[in-house]
């Protein structure tokens, strides 16, 4: 499998501009997972989905952000409109609980600088 | 509230040593992973250990859920260790909500 494969790897746009992050899990994978990670923050939580359905998004940051999982192969990230203050890395993560070991595997990340 | 601290912070080793690093996490936990995130801002998973011990390679983990930390071990350290080093637990039950650490910073030299 190519892993988790994450688009664009680097957008600049201008604040006001809607931006659109995109990630496909790897196959067979039933969790996806996105992430934001900045300097002051680290790591953080937006929302998962589980079997394409959104189950906590708890930490998306405000309504300027929306996530979608049309199907198991595809999910969005949605900034409308974007501000400087969203500048970070979004990492889109994936990973099969069957075993009952949620282990995830992230993919490269999406670099989002806004001006 | 729901915490996750390493350490150390940051951390400088010539190549060959050996180090410990810690997390300590502040409730009981279904879900621990720690994760090594290279120059490059590559996260990978290391181990999926919500107790007892594991080793990979150079690399071994334990988990001491009673207790309530978690210790990543690495031996014979190589230039290519160097990164940032996450420990992420989750709280909720679900097994999927992962809360990361602030990392442990690690630096390999010549």
């Known amino acids: 499998d190519a892993g988790v494969i994450q688009s664009p790897r680097h957008e600049v746009t201008e604040m006001g501009q809607e931006v659109t992050l995109r990630c496909k899990p790897i196959s067979g994978h039933d969790y996806l997972f996105w992430y934001r990670q900045t300097m002051m923050r680290g790591l953080e939580l937006l929302i998962y989905f589980n079997n394409n359905v959104p189950i906590d998004d708890s930490g998306m940051p405000e309504d300027r952000f929306s996530a979608k999982m049309p199907n198991a192969s595809f999910s969005t990230l949605k900034i409308q409109p974007s501000e400087p203050r969203d500048s970070a890395v979004y990492f889109c993560a994936s990973s099969f609980m069957g075993t009952g070991a949620n282990v995830l595997t992230f993919g490269a990340g999406s670099r989002l600088t806004v001006l | 509230g729901i915490q996750v601290e390493q350490s150390p912070p940051d951390l400088i080793l010539q190549e060959g040593a050996n180090s410990t690093l810690r997390c300590n996490f502040s409730d009981s936990v279904n879900n621990l992973q720690w994760f090594h995130q290279n120059p490059w801002g590559q996260l990978i998973n290391l181990f999926y250990?919500?107790?007892g011990t594991k080793q990979n390679g150079r690399l071994s983990a334990t988990t001491v859920a009673t207790e309530r930390y978690s210790l990543l071990y690495i031996s014979s350290s190589q230039t290519t260790d160097s990164g940032v080093y996450f420990c992420a637990v989750d709280f909720t039950g679900t097994a999927s909500k992962l809360t990361f650490g602030t990392g442990t910073r690690l630096q390999v030299t010549l």
């Open positions: 250990i919500p107790s």
